[in-house]
């Protein structure tokens, strides 16, 4: 190999390597700064306390609370739903045009900007079925943003499920049904929550459907039904950072707040990544 | 005896009944994904249809003045559209080719240690909420680009750009990776048996063969990046005139240290405030539509050159 060859080689060798390490470096950098700069502020009274003074002093306690509520709600729906799909996809559709297309359905509707489910859950959700801007309004909104995944989610349990345990249940006459019941679903159930926890993480973090379809900009008192509106973690966020009128003076807030969420987010996921391992010790085939 | 077969036949009967019950359910929840996306087509055609009737396509969607709340309203979105494009294209410039070279970088020449430092950072990168995003790129990418180029506002569209581009780093890599790993292994060692050096084959072989799947990385990002709302809504300042610029003195060009307003942040920005049914709020439901339409596209062209029938992904040319 000759010299000038070989200082190429090294050259693009090395283009390759910093391109790596530059994204390690700037996921390191956004840990860092988030949080350096919020772990000053997070305290008891930060967490526990509703915001006080026009959000200039208090905690973020009724967002985390409006944040818990609206991924439970989207959860509760978007759940059954998914994983009744998947069912339908992986055990009872034949392998043809019509379970295509809904496929298909499913991978676009992943692909669908989340401002554009804000839109649809406002004028849908919102306004035609007269939920106003909710709790149930920004659930379903989100559960309809979320069903992509928890279906692709589910699917791939379910697909991890042996072809055997099925065969065996329907030679000793069980129906589809019963199969399903006792000998497919116990075994794809770990898979099936790790990505419904997944999905919550997500639908927690989204600022964008529910800006438009039921957080508020300030609410002293918890929301008491599905038709109250709800502060949430990101929206106050993008509230302190952008909208509030005394920018430099709520910054702390601001990041406090995104702490809280990073770290709500962090801790969704590390937790399938426990459930996930665990499933994996128990398995016996 | 009659009894007994009585109460069999009732039982099977019974099982039978809910085997269909549930066949049923699955079915009915199996078709909700469809409804949902032709929904929300339908619903978007419904509601902005009415104003690009009464006001035609040169007043919308090429109409050049945004303005729906003055005493003369103009709903010219193509300011919008060219900002979308402009902020998207400009993330692309920089995340695709970054992206690429991570994901070879990972597949290709990455020690088993660094490999499995690299690909739980990719993921990590993939869950930060995009409100933070937008937070980290209004507060330390703003000012950044206001001090390289001598401004006092920073929030413009490379701003955007910049912040668009990391939040699409992990979509590019994971995509790439992948296509680049379903490689077989043949490629490499012929190539490394006529003597090729580990970059040759990474740039004349195997990124080639994996152009289908790279392709379609890229657009998935495209897709990703124009639907996103929150990072460019907080970093890309906020302003509805056409963001362009003389380039040499005499050709129309981008003008990337522009304030924009892009059609995910113009819905955000006006979506709670308008009466609803107006025409203020039907132009915003045809900003949701070109919207929808551009994702739609984009994503089922990459769904078809990823969902390839299999021989036509090995194939090098």
Partial sequence: ???????????????????????????????????????????????????????????????????????????????????????????????????????LAIR?????????????????????????????????????????????????????????????????????????????????????????????????????????????????????SPLDQFMALPYHLYILATQHSSLTQVRPLAYGTALVLLALVMLLNALVIIVRSRARAKKTW | MARLRLRTGSRTQRRELVEKAMQACFMLNGTVAILALAGILIF??????????????????????????????????????????????????????????????????ATVRLKEMLKPAVEMLAIFPSVIFGFIGLVVVAPAVARVFGMTNGQVALTGSITLAIMALPTIVSVAEDAITGISRDYREAAYALGATRWQAVRMVVLPAARSGITAAVMLAFGRAVGETMAVLMTTGDATGMPLTEVLGFITGPDFLASVRTLTANIAQEGLNVPWGSLHWQALFLCGLILFILTFAVNLTADLVMHRPAGGRRRVS
């Fill in chain 1, 1 to 103: 190999m000759n010299r000038r060859l070989r200082q190429r080689e090294a050259v693009n060798l090395t283009l390759l390597r910093l391109a790596a390490l530059l994204l390690l470096a700037v996921l390191a950098f956004m840990l860092y700064w988030v949080v350096s700069r919020g772990v000053g502020v997070i305290s008891r009274s930060f967490i526990f306390d509703a915001p006080r003074e026009r959000m200039t002093a208090g905690g973020i306690w009724p967002a985390i609370v409006g944040t818990t509520y609206v991924s439970l709600g989207t959860l509760l729906i978007s759940m059954p739903v998914g994983i009744a799909t998947a069912i339908y996809l992986n055990e009872y559709a034949q392998e043809g045009t019509w379970n295509r297309i809904i496929r």
């Fill in chain 1, 108 to 224: 676009n509707l992943a692909g669908v900007p989340s401002i554009v489910y804000g839109l649809f859950g406002l004028g849908v959700f919102a306004a035609l079925l007269r939920l106003g801007t909710s709790l149930a309004a920004a659930s379903l909104t989100l559960s309809l943003m979320t069903l992509p995944w928890i279906v692709t989610a589910a699917e791939e349990a379910l697909r991890s499920v042996p072809q055997s345990f099925r065969e065996g249940s329907f030679a000793l006459g069980a129906t589809r049904w019963q199969t399903i019941r006792h000998q497919v679903l116990p075994y794809a159930l770990p898979g099936m929550a790790t990505g419904s926890i997944l999905g919550l993480a997500r639908a927690a973090g989204e600022t964008a459907p529910i800006l438009l379809t039921g957080a508020a900009y300030f609410l002293p008192r918890l929301p008491s």
């Fill in chain 2, 44 to 109: 978007l055609l419904k509601e902005s249809l009415p104003a690009l009737v009464e006001l035609g396509p040169g007043a919308t969607i090429l109409g050049t003045r945004w303005n729906p709340t003055s005493m003369n309203p103009g709903y010219g979105m193509l300011p919008l559209i060219v900002s979308t494009i402009m902020v998207t294209v400009g993330a692309l410039i920089i995340a695709v080719p970054w992206g690429i070279a991570t994901a070879a970088y990972i597949s290709e020449v």
